[in-house]
Structure formats: structure tokens, C-alpha cells
């Protein structure tokens, strides 16, 4: 019996590391692998025909229809240009990132300011107005810079020496997407800095207002 | 009684085949009865010596084992006394690996739900200091949330970020 027990007890030793680190890498590498298909261009069926379709629809918007000569010099150069898509793709993800970052900060403090003013009985109806109007256009730039990323990768994935008219649609997309994430970058930052930082000035005037009658009232 | 095995009748005048009179001790009852099952009438009497042996003799040459080749008795209960020997170490290491894959699952599942439960708290946590401690405003508030902006916005630089040029034939030598 005793032979049992010590049996059992070496194995228990033996084999509850191993299950528990072979359990626990298992655990890590299922969540890794959804970051690291993310990144992947090896598209599935369904990714192509979703590929596909936004291609032609891309060719009817732009009205791509390449001449011979043209389809000839795109066949020639376009895998070198994808080479420099997918560097471009690649730096998306961090802007998306701190992007993210740097709106999630500006809506913190902003919110953050207004508990505070109405703990000290402020008006704050303006700046929250504001501050759901910032997150409507922060989610916009969100929605359009997840387009312009969906477009890159398109521009990347595309097989451009089998469909010259695809490359030159997914380029002419991926152009227009970019335009219209920069301009929602901007007018974030034009609303902040031409709506919300004027209405702190007022906010701060007025708390200074708030203030002085009563620090004139307990000097007297 | 004891005329019965001879008076057999012979079949075609040939005398029946010695086997079945060699065979005639272990079959014949007829010993047996007259030793084992006396009449009630006569004495009890303890069994001839002189009639005993030869009974026993007959027995003891049937049933006695031979001491060279062990009886199917004796070979099993060796196999039964190693048997357990052999599955001890089999059956703890089944049951090791089963306790095992237990107890993994357990501290995995534990562990999971562990860190689920803490980021959860953590951020309802903060929100309720936040919610519990929160002070009014201050013009010193108002002029840090103006600089925190500025600051947000000096990290987005959106020409560096957007440039228009990503795309251009030249950049990508089309």
C-alpha cells in the first residue's frame, strides 16, 4: 500500500506541472493566434469572395477600366508597389493604437472635469453636449480608419498581375480612405480645439466667479 | 451383487475386452456400500483395518495429487498474490493522471476566472473611488484639463500620420 501511495505520489508530481504548463500555454497560444490572424494576408474562401465583391463594387465607384498599355505597366510594377502597401499597413496598427489611446485620454479628462463641476454645482450642459458630440466624431474616424485599413489590406491581397483593374480600384480606395480619416483626425482635433478648449476659458471664468464671493466673504 | 460384472452375457461366445474389467475398482460400488452404509440392525463396529487401505489405496491413487505437477489449486494462488503486484503501479499512475488533469483544470479554470474577477473589480473599483471621492472643481482642475488636452493632441500628429502622399505613384513607383 505504502508502494501505492509513494506511486501516486511521484506521479501526481511528475504530471501536474506538465498538464498544468501544457494547459496554460494552450490557453496563451489560442489567444495569441487571434491577434496573429489579424496581421495574416492569407485570406480564406469567404475573405476572397468578400474581396471579390468589394473589388468590383470599388471598379464601378471609381470606373476603373484600364487600357492595355496601362494594365501592362501595373503587371510589371505592382508587387514592388504591395511591398510598400504592407509597410504602410503595417504602421496602421500602431496609429490605430495610440490613436485610440489619445481619444480615450482626451474624453477621460473631459468627463472627469464635468463630475467635478457638478460636485461644485456647475453648469455643465454645454460641455457634455460637447464632450457626446467629441465621441460621435471620434467613433466616425473610428469607422473610417477601420475602412482605410480594410481597403490597405485589400491593396496588399489583391492578385494584381491576374486583375490590373482590381489593384488600380483597391489603390484609388485606399487614397480616397485615407483622405477621409484625415479629415476626421482633424476635425477632432479642430472641435477640441476650437469648441471645447473656448468653452474651458468659459468654465473657468465662471468658476472663478463662483469662487471670489466666497473667499471675499470669509476675509470679511 | 458381486455376480452382476461377471454374469454380463458374451455376444457371439467372445469374452468382453479386459478394459472394462480393469475398470471395475472405481466403478464397481459394491465395496463402497458394504463399508460406508452398514445395516442398522448389526453393532457399529470401527472398519477392518485389513478392508480400509485397500478402499484407500484405490481412492488415494485417483484423487492424490502428484507432487511434482502442482494441481490447478495450488497453480492459481501464486498468479492471485503476484497479480495485484504487477496493477498496483498501472492503476496509481491512472489515477495520478486523472487527479492531474483534475487538479490542471481546476487551477486553469481558477486562474481564468480569477483574472476575469480582478480586472472586473479593479475597474468597478476605480470607478467607485472615483464616483466616492470626487471633489469639486477647482480653477487649478480646469486650467490641468485644458493642458491635458494639448498634450493628448501634441501625441496625434495627423499629417505624419495621414500623409497623402502613402499613396502616390511615385511613392509606390507605379
Given amino acids: ?220 | 451383487m458381486d455376480d452382476q460384472p461377471n454374469n454380463t452375457p458374451s455376444i457371439d461366445g467372445i469374452t468382453p475386452p479386459a478394459k472394462p474389467i480393469e475398470a471395475q475398482p472405481t466403478l464397481n460400488p459394491a465395496p463402497d456400500n458394504t463399508i460406508q452404509t452398514p445395516s442398522s440392525t448389526e453393532p457399529v463396529s470401527p472398519p477392518d483395518s485389513a478392508n480400509v487401505p485397500a478402499i484407500g489405496d484405490t481412492i488415494a491413487t485417483d484423487t492424490t495429487p502428484n507432487p511434482a505437477t502442482p494441481t490447478p489449486a495450488e497453480a492459481s494462488v501464486p498468479n492471485l498474490a503476484s497479480a495485484p503486484k504487477k496493477k498496483k503501479p498501472v492503476v496509481a499512475i491512472i489515477v495520478a493522471i486523472v487527479i492531474a488533469l483534475g487538479l490542471g483544470a481546476a487551477t486553469v479554470f481558477l486562474y481564468m476566472k480569477y483574472s476575469r474577477n480582478s480586472n472586473s473589480s479593479n475597474t468597478s473599483g476605480t470607478s467607485q473611488q472615483a464616483s466616492n471621492t470626487i471633489t469639486p472643481a477647482t480653477i487649478s482642475d480646469v486650467d490641468q484639463a485644458s493642458k491635458q488636452l494639448d498634450t493628448s493632441l501634441a501625441q496625434a500628429d495627423d499629417n505624419k500620420d495621414f500623409a497623402a502622399t502613402a499613396f502616390s505613384d511615385q511613392t509606390l513607383g507605379l
Fill in chain 1, 1 to 220: 500500500m505504502k508502494k501505492f501511495f509513494a506511486t501516486l505520489g511521484l506521479s501526481l508530481l511528475l504530471v501536474v506541472p506538465s498538464i498544468s504548463t501544457a494547459v496554460a500555454v494552450a490557453e496563451g497560444t489560442s489567444t495569441g493566434s487571434d491577434s496573429s490572424s489579424d496581421d495574416s494576408t492569407t485570406l480564406t474562401e469567404a475573405q476572397k469572395t468578400e474581396m471579390n465583391a468589394r473589388l468590383e463594387k470599388q471598379k464601378a465607384e471609381f470606373k476603373v477600366k484600364l487600357a492595355a498599355a496601362e494594365k501592362i505597366k501595373i503587371e510589371l510594377k505592382c508587387t514592388a508597389a504591395q511591398g510598400l502597401v504592407n509597410s504602410v499597413r503595417g504602421r496602421i496598427k500602431g496609429i490605430e493604437t495610440s490613436r485610440s489611446e489619445v481619444y480615450k485620454n482626451v474624453v477621460n479628462h473631459l468627463t472627469d472635469l464635468s463630475a467635478k463641476l457638478k460636485a461644485k454645482n456647475v453648469d455643465t450642459t454645454s460641455l457634455d453636449a460637447d464632450i457626446a458630440v467629441l465621441k460621435t466624431k471620434i467613433a466616425t474616424f473610428n469607422t473610417d480608419l477601420a475602412t482605410y485599413k480594410q481597403a490597405v489590406t485589400d491593396l496588399v491581397a489583391v492578385g494584381c498581375k491576374q486583375d490590373p483593374d482590381g489593384f488600380k480600384a483597391a489603390l484609388l480606395a485606399a487614397r480616397t480612405d485615407l483622405d477621409k480619416v484625415k479629415k476626421d483626425a482633424e476635425d477632432v482635433r479642430s472641435y477640441i480645439t476650437g469648441t471645447i478648449k473656448p468653452l474651458l476659458v468659459q468654465i473657468r471664468n465662471q468658476v472663478e466667479k463662483d469662487d471670489s464671493p466666497t473667499s471675499e466673504g470669509s476675509t470679511n
